[in-house]
């Protein structure tokens, strides 16, 4: 081959390996700064999914409630059920919304709803440290534990365990996964057999999945490597427990990694199949956090419903009927914090509620972490 002709292929090759590079990152720098302003856009699936709870009191005697929360139907419908029966004056309206959806509907509507409640807590804490949130002050909100609430406008009213769930078919044919080491060395061994058959959140499209990720980096040395492995294994990414769930019932994932305790408790009861994993080594635990906004257009009420919901009742409610875990401390007993506490020790993680949470929401910080988590993710994959 000539020199010209030499010089000419190594230029294209330099060219298609610049052009290959260039298109492989660029559906990742639009994740950076489009992947939340899309995934507030998108319309929840069960955004129009509501409960209503009418009262057949008249005039003065009537009041009105609106509920946001980030909590499906089945899980909170036993604890509105409740509070309905002991407050029939209260026409109670309770819409159902994914995380980011009910923040977004927040900011563009701040007097229309009385009480938000969301497990995205980074979300729900800036809000309150933006003075966003009134203050609760009664017997129970002064009482409630420290590390449960941030001053009196914010309060943990849930305690629920990040969970791992695995077919019983890996089981039998790689062993018990029990840790998230465990996890790392399935999926490294075995990443040809799982290949496709394992589902995650997508931190790019996920507030709770991006706040887990971020969390795990902090406590575990390892988890980059568990994010290659994920990706060696071309796990499924996707923005929620349920869809992580509907897979694994229909057989479509084997393993299930960083699912809502609290959801895969009540879909899986009826499918023994599918083992429901608490990790030895560190199990984060997220919490639901309620408060009452500046604007609510109901505020004796919403404080009405907020005290009911940290109070002994409320939380016994929570703990009886529902898998969302009760954090009231004289609460003993299956589906409490204290429960739970005994029987994993220190491997429970809670998450943080304090100022820490705001630093998930830097924006540089935010690109930095997404950036590193897809360059992992894709870093053992065949191409």
Request: with cysteine.
């Amino acid at each position: 081959m000539s020199p010209c002709r030499h010089s000419l292929t190594l230029s294209l090759r330099r060219a298609g390996r610049r052009l290959l590079a260039w298109l492989l990152a660029f559906p990742l720098a639009l994740s950076f700064t489009f992947s939340l302003t899309l995934s507030l856009a998108i319309p929840a699936v069960h955004a129009a999914e509501s409960l209503r709870y009418p009262t057949t009191f008249d005039g003065d005697a009537a009041a009105a409630l609106v509920i946001h929360g980030a909590l499906d139907l089945p899980q909170v419908r036993p604890l509105l059920d409740a509070f309905h029966r002991d407050h029939p004056d209260v026409a109670l309206h309770y819409r159902n919304l994914t995380t980011l959806a009910l923040h977004e509907r927040f900011l563009k509507a701040p007097a229309e709803a009385d009480v938000l409640i969301s497990s995205a807590m980074p979300w729900q804490y800036r809000l309150a440290n933006d003075g966003q949130a009134q203050p609760l002050d009664t017997p129970a909100a002064r009482r409630w534990p420290a590390w449960a609430r941030w001053r009196s406008e914010l309060f943990a009213v849930t305690f629920e365990p990040i969970v791992m769930v695995v077919n019983e078919a890996i089981i039998e044919r790689f062993g018990e996964v029990r840790s998230h080491a465990d996890l790392l060395a399935l999926l490294e061994r075995q990443s040809e057999s799982l290949r496709g058959r394992v589902v995650t959140y997508d931190p790019a499209i996920s507030g709770a999945g991006y706040t887990y990720a971020i969390e795990e980096s902090r406590l575990s040395p390892r988890y980059w490597e568990l994010v290659a492995a994920l990706g060696e294994a071309e796990a499924a990414l996707v923005g929620t427990t349920g869809e992580m769930l509907e897979g694994l019932i229909e057989g479509r994932y084997l393993v299930g990694y960083n699912l809502l305790g609290s959801y895969a408790r009540e879909r899986l009861a009826n499918h023994p199949r599918l083992k429901i994993v608490v990790p030895e080594d560190y199990a984060l635990v997220t919490q639901r956090l309620a408060l009452v906004p500046r604007l609510a257009p109901h505020p004796e009420t919403a404080r009405r419903f907020l005290d009911y919901l940290i109070g002994e009742r409320g939380q016994e409610v929570l703990a009886r009927e529902t898998p969302l875990g009760a954090i009231h401390p004289s609460l003993e007993g299956p589906g409490t914090a204290a429960s739970l506490r005994r029987q994993r020790g220190d491997a429970l993680r809670p998450i943080t509620l304090g100022p820490g949470l705001l630093a998930t929401l830097d924006d540089l910080k935010r690109e930095a972490l997404l950036t590193r988590w897809r360059r992992e993710f894709m870093r053992r994959r065949r191409h």
